[in-house]
C-alpha cells in the first residue's frame, strides 16, 4: 500500500552519516516506513527502493558493478541511476533525491519521476571526507 505524504514528509528527512555509504557498497535506510537501498557509486549517492520488481528481495544485499546492481536472488540487474531494469526500461523502481548536509545524508521524500534521472545527484567531495555534498 503506498505512504500518503503528510507534511514531516514534505521535506528532506536525515538517513545518518555520509561515512555510512562506502564507495562501491549500499547500505539500508528506512525513510518514512520504506526500505531504501543508498548507493555510493565513486562518491556518487543514489537511493531507489530497496525491493527487487521480479522477487522482492534487497538489493543492497546485491552485487554493485558501476552503476549496475545486481539482484543477490534472481540475477536482474537494475540502473541505481535510473531504477530501471536492464532491458526492460519500462519497469523501474522509485528513485529519491539525495543530498548531504553537514556530513549527515538526507533523502527528499518527492519522488523521482519513473523515467526520469535525478537532476543533480549528491557527490562526496573526494578530498575532504566528512566535508558537504557538492549538489
Do not use: H
Not at 535506510?29 to 555510493?40: D, G
Request: aromatic share 6%; proline share 7%.
Amino acid at each position: 500500500m503506498p505512504v500518503q505524504a503528510t507534511s514531516a514528509m514534505e521535506r528532506p528527512v536525515d538517513v545518518g552519516p555520509v561515512e555510512r555509504s562506502a564507495p562501491g557498497k549500499a547500505v539500508v535506510v528506512t525513510a518514512w516506513n520504506e526500505a531504501i537501498a543508498l548507493f555510493n557509486v565513486k562518491g556518487t549517492l543514489f537511493a531507489l527502493e530497496d525491493a527487487c520488481l521480479r522477487c522482492g528481495s534487497s538489493l543492497a544485499a546485491g552485487m554493485l558493478d558501476g552503476t549496475w546492481v545486481t539482484c543477490p536472488d534472481c540475477d536482474w540487474r537494475f540502473d541505481v541511476t535510473t531504477g530501471c531494469v536492464n532491458g526492460i526500461p519500462a519497469l523501474q523502481l522509485n528513485t529519491y533525491d539525495v543530498s548531504v548536509v553537514d556530513s549527515r545524508v538526507m533523502l527528499d521524500w518527492a519522488r523521482i519521476p519513473r523515467g526520469r534521472t535525478p537532476s543533480a545527484p549528491a557527490t562526496i567531495a573526494s578530498r575532504n571526507p566528512g566535508a558537504r555534498i557538492n549538489r
